[in-house]
């Protein structure tokens, strides 16, 4: 069946490092893409998506380029903030051809910026 | 304008106690969807309402779980005689349709705690 990998965390980075979070997906056809994250203490939101091949989706400072050669979404931004801190799932959904446009979620992967 | 609620947003139930959580969509969002978030499973797909329909409710985990649509709005998770294993936070989530490019709003989830 269809799933998400992503990159174990936590990952901690000083501020203004550079980020990626590796996240890789396994699905039949064309799923679309996304990148949402849980502040702590707030519900899940979208970040960033994309929907077919070659799209780059961003947001934030946040980017994340669908590569189907590599069937990869990763995560990256070039100067990460404190505020960043938080936990960032990638995703897949399709929603075409009579599928249910459920979100596949990966593990999950926290985020800690240290000033 | 007012975003996915969700009541309440803490219960604590003794074990073989029935519980009932409530997901107001966002006005308009004809797909409505279920998701579940624990430690040992992380995010996972629980069902799918298109108006007042379930195409896909292939996510429940057992015949405990059940879930009801009305008016196209409001939707109920009911879970019946509960376990300790059912402790985690529900999710409800809207989007505009079912298709696969559309971001998925969601609530502040219920956290439940079966004791």
């Known amino acids: 069946g269809d799933s998400v990998t992503q990159m174990e965390g936590p990952v901690t980075l000083s501020e203004e490092a550079f980020l990626t979070i590796n996240c890789t997906y396994t699905?039949?056809?064309?799923?679309?893409l996304f990148w949402y994250v849980q502040y702590p203490g707030e519900g899940l939101q979208l970040l960033l998506k994309?929907?077919?091949?070659?799209d780059k989706g961003s947001n934030k400072g946040f980017e994340a380029t669908y590569r189907k050669e590599t069937t990869s979404f990763h995560l990256e931004k070039g100067s990460v903030q404190v505020s960043d801190s938080a936990v960032y799932f990638c995703?897949?959904?399709?929603?075409?051809?009579?599928?249910?446009?459920?979100?596949?979620f990966g593990t999950g992967t926290l985020l800690a910026v240290q000033p | 304008g007012a975003g996915v609620s969700q009541s309440p947003s803490n219960k604590v139930t003794e074990k073989g106690k029935d519980v009932e959580l409530r997901c107001d969509p966002i006005?308009?969002?004809?797909?409505l969807y279920w998701y579940r978030q624990s430690l040992g499973q992380g995010l996972e797909f629980l069902i799918y309402?298109?108006?007042?329909?379930?195409?896909?409710k292939s996510g429940l985990p057992s015949d405990r779980f059940s879930a009801e649509r009305t008016g196209g709005s409001v939707s109920t998770l009911t879970i019946q005689r509960t376990q300790q294993e059912d402790s985690a936070v529900y999710l409800c989530?809207?989007?505009?349709?079912?298709?696969?490019?559309?971001?998925?709003?969601f609530g502040p989830g219920t956290r439940l705690t079966v004791l």
């Open positions: 989530a809207s989007s505009l349709d079912a298709q696969g490019h559309n971001e998925q709003f």
């Open positions: 699905a039949t056809g064309y799923p679309s």
């Open positions: 994309a929907t077919k091949a070659d």
């Open positions: 995703a897949l959904s399709k929603g075409y051809g009579g599928a249910t446009n459920k979100l596949i």
């Open positions: 006005s308009g969002h004809t797909a």
């Open positions: 309402f298109q108006g007042n329909s379930a195409p896909d």
